[in-house]
């Protein structure tokens, strides 16, 4: 593609720019708007250069720009989905002259007349019998930004307004444009499966015989429905868009649905499995129609109603496995192997019966088809050998660690056989010394050996005891280790910094950057001040950010919006970079909410850290300004910032520090001993008073059977509440908080082996935090030890070495980095307890390190 790229652009007079994904064209005649009428071109990777070949003399006819998928390898990733949902299918954006669209768009379908190419759903065909799509776009990123600091892309109006920009999953116009290519265009005319234009109407009819209930899953690859047939009968209705996903010999997601028809069949009359009902083609999508196991599958019941035991009559794990393993050996008599066995495929009905589905991969009859889940699938299922019964063992396996663990196996690891050493390693820490039941028969289960997974299957069976594996030796705490993780990943985590600042050279391709607190570079970088060896790129990262910070209007808060930034910018100008000018004073528009995360105890608490910071009477006025609101109650409520908790959860967002009473309380306590103001004072004495009774609750519930690890979180548990308990022993002498925190540290700590992530905000990091608030405050060696178990847990809950480990984001399966939820917020921990000194940070607390 490069090549003929260039050669294209010395012959035309235009530029070229390359990125890892497209390679695009710039003609330095036209000035690209804003936003506007693009047209995209669809291919598949076996016919890009032959497109390309079609439709070059075109675009060099035309003044406008273009990019193209830089290659056929890269089109095949971007028409899977994976990288994108909303790239499916674009193998080369056009962007015209609006009054040129028109003439292109046709010039372009005449040329590519008669190829077939995935559909690209978010757009409009411009003819049915070429793959050249349009539709009104954002040309150059333009953004607004929500309270969380993500930006989002948008168009503008004429009078203002915004509307989403990014592709969606079906054509839209918006009122403002007119179709160019249907102008007044008529309602769309229904048919069999959706319009003639490639639209989905709301309510319709599938296969003219299918009436569609409700949606399941809506995506490029193919949309999932559930709905009745004409007896009343309920189904699922599962789509294969054409070329999608397509592989190198040719063939795409809709052989995966032919396979599964294929196995469906092979099972007819297995109990535990959903019958087919009817196949069929609409252009060249393919559906594939199966009766209805219902929507409550494991993994959504594990997060309603808790996790499984051994023993009791709810949740009984013995009866799950025995469950899922009667399907399992009905599905291996018929001489199928699963080879996608895992939470979301196991489906629980109202009586407590299994039916597994999804057997797009499933090995039968000599045939199997490429995939894997990862952590689920036995390690060298990737490899594309011919699969065994013995390997839905180890799925059945897996997913019985998850029903009662709670946690995915590890995936962060590239290694897929390190992240199974790491799975058992998080076993046996999870419950030391069991060896008895199902929970003991799991470490054979994940056995590598297939004999040693079915004798494990044979105990299940027959109810035996079997005997027990050895348990994998751990990972233990030793200062040694301790130095070395805080080497290696401050190291990662300047790497981190760089990255974000090499940045995309054409700014006009990308997104503002990210520079609050919770996801962006002003919580890296005020961790890298804390580090010598790092505080350089910390300087440059400052520089960076102050030189970055997008005109787009950012909201005030502490971990989403400009407060974080401006004590990061702060820190840095008294640190490491005199010159960098201070930041714009930061108002308050409009309502708050009250909480740390978003709202004006988080605000205040940036400020008070400021004022220690600055000698500006400004951040105390803003402080005050922030207690008022609160004490005042003229604020709103946060309660869509997540969801609410189970009963019995130990999760409490109200009381928690991120969203909740005890943020709000901390930081009214801290304005009221640095001003003395005692309306704040009193105030914050109520809500402890209020909160010491919510706190005995969480506590016992912490213990109890349908406990969460979220419960013992510093944004929506104990952890947050901890540190703020603490803060009220030390200021008012009172012991009965100071109780409080040490019981609730422990509850947090009992629980911490189930925790899922190791970040601050939702994970260990956070955990950690509360025990070494304690630690320091107490000099009680029993918290530093509880701190330091939480390390080890980290530890075997990341990919990599024990000494240089790579710790997961908050989905698992990458590297993070950002303070909230990645390594430079794990790495604020580790140094803390490293040197068992410094306040917290982002509180009103914190001072600059020495």
């Not at 590239?414 to 799991?442: K, Q």
């Not at 419960?711 to 929506?716: E, P």
Request: hydrophobic content about 40%; overall charge negative; some cysteine.
């Amino acid at each position: 593609m490069l090549d003929s790229l260039t050669r294209f652009a010395e012959s035309n007079s235009r530029e070229i720019y390359e990125d890892d994904t497209w390679i695009s064209v710039h003609d330095p005649r036209f000035e690209i708007p804003n936003q506007g009428w693009k047209l995209h071109v669809s291919a598949r990777p076996g016919t890009l250069a032959d497109t390309l070949d079609r439709v070059l003399p075109l675009l060099a006819a035309a003044t406008c720009d273009f990019k193209v998928a830089s290659s056929p390898k890269m089109l095949a990733e971007l028409n899977s989905g994976d990288l994108d949902a909303g790239a499916v299918g674009k193998a080369i954006t056009v962007y015209p002259p609006q009054d040129a669209i028109v003439q292109l768009g046709h010039a372009l379908a005449d040329a590519l007349k008669g190829l077939a190419a995935p559909r690209i759903v978010s757009d409009r065909r411009v003819r049915h019998d070429a793959p050249v799509y349009y539709r009104y776009a954002p040309f150059a990123p333009q953004y607004r930004v929500d309270d969380n600091g993500d930006f989002e892309l948008v168009l503008i109006g004429p009078d203002g307004e915004h509307l989403p920009g990014a592709a969606g999953p079906e054509y839209t116009c918006p009122p403002w444009a007119e179709d160019p290519f249907r102008p007044a265009a008529p309602t769309p005319v229904q048919t069999e499966t959706g319009t003639a234009s490639g639209e989905e109407p709301p309510a319709r009819l599938i296969g003219n015989r299918y009436r569609v209930t409700s949606g399941v899953v809506r995506g490029p690859r193919g949309n999932v429905y559930r709905g009745t047939d004409a007896t009343g009968r309920q189904v699922v209705v599962k789509e294969a868009r054409a070329y999608v996903g397509e592989q190198a010999e040719g063939w795409d997601l809709r052989m995966y649905l032919r396979n599964e028809l294929r196995i469906l069949r092979a099972l007819d009359g297995v109990e535990g499995v959903p019958v087919p009902v009817d196949h069929f083609r609409h252009g060249e999508d393919e559906f594939l129609v199966m009766t209805d196991a219902g929507s409550l599958d494991l993994n959504r019941y594990v997060g309603e109603q808790g996790l499984f035991t051994d023993g009791g009559a709810e949740r009984n794990l013995a009866t799950l496995a025995n469950g899922v393993l009667d399907v399992l050996d009905a599905v291996h008599a018929r001489g199928v192997v699963v080879r996608d066995l895992s939470p979301k495929n196991v489906v629980l009905g109202e009586d407590g019966r299994c039916t597994l589905i999804d057997f797009g991969n499933s090995r039968y009859d000599g045939l199997q088809l490429p995939g894997w889940t990862r952590g689920y699938s036995v390690p060298d299922q990737q490899t594309g050998r011919p699969s065994e019964p013995a390997d839905d063992y180890f799925s059945l396996g897996a997913t019985l660690f998850f029903a009662v663990a709670g946690m995915n196996p590890i995936m962060i690891d590239p290694d897929p056989f390190r992240n199974l050493e790491l799975t058992l390693l998080c076993l046996a820490r999870r419950f030391p010394g069991v060896t008895t039941g199902i929970r003991g028969l799991l470490p054979r289960l994940l056995s590598l050996d297939p004999e040693e997974r079915a004798d494990a299957v044979a105990d299940i069976r027959t109810g035996r005891q079997g005997r027990p594996s050895p348990a994998p030796s751990g990972v233990r705490f030793t200062g040694d280790l301790l130095s070395r993780v805080l080497d290696h990943t401050t190291r990662q985590c300047v790497r981190f910094a760089e990255g974000l600042m090499d940045g995309p050279a054409d700014a006009r391709r990308s997104s503002p950057p990210v520079t609050n607190v919770y996801g962006g570079s002003a919580g890296v970088g005020m961790e890298l001040l804390h580090h010598p060896e790092a505080k350089a790129v910390a300087a440059d990262l400052a520089r960076w950010t102050a030189r970055v910070m997008p005109p787009t209007k950012l909201p005030p808060a502490l971990y989403f919006g400009r407060t974080g930034t401006a004590l990061f910018l702060a820190a840095a100008r008294l640190t490491a970079v005199p010159e960098l000018e201070a930041q714009q004073p930061i108002t308050l528009d409009g309502r708050q909410r009250a909480d740390q995360a978003h709202g004006v105890a988080g605000i205040g608490s940036g400020h008070l850290a400021l004022a220690a910071l600055e000698q500006d009477p400004r951040h105390l006025q803003m402080a005050a300004e922030c207690a008022r609101l609160l004490v005042a109650g003229d604020v709103t409520d946060s309660e869509d910032a997540v969801a609410p908790a189970q009963p019995g959860s130990g999760v409490s967002v109200e009381a928690g520090y991120a969203h909740g009473a005890s943020g709000c309380a901390d930081f009214l306590l801290s304005y009221h001993e640095v001003t003395g103001d005692q309306e704040a004072g009193q105030a914050a004495r109520e809500r402890f008073e209020s909160l010491a009774t919510e706190a005995e609750t969480m506590i016992s519930d912490l213990a109890g059977p349908d406990a969460r690890p979220m419960g013992a979180s510093w944004c929506q548990g104990l952890s947050g509440m901890v540190s703020a308990f603490a803060h009220a022993a030390r200021a008012y002498g009172d012991e009965r908080y100071l109780n409080l925190a040490e019981r609730g540290a422990r509850a947090g700590l009992a629980i911490a082996p189930q925790a899922w992530v190791v970040s601050q905000c939702c994970g260990l990091a956070g955990i950690g935090e509360a025990l070494i608030d304690l630690g320091m405050m107490t000099g009680d060696d029993v918290h530093w030890r509880g701190a330091e178990e939480v390390a080890e847990l980290m530890l075997i809950r990341s990919g990599g070495t024990p000494s240089a480990p790579l710790f997961p984001g908050n989905d698992l399966t990458e590297a993070g980095f950002t303070w909230s939820t990645g390594a430079s917020g794990v790495l604020s921990f580790l140094r803390r307890l490293d040197r068992r000194s410094g306040a917290r940070m982002w509180t009103a607390g914190w001072r600059l390190p020495g």
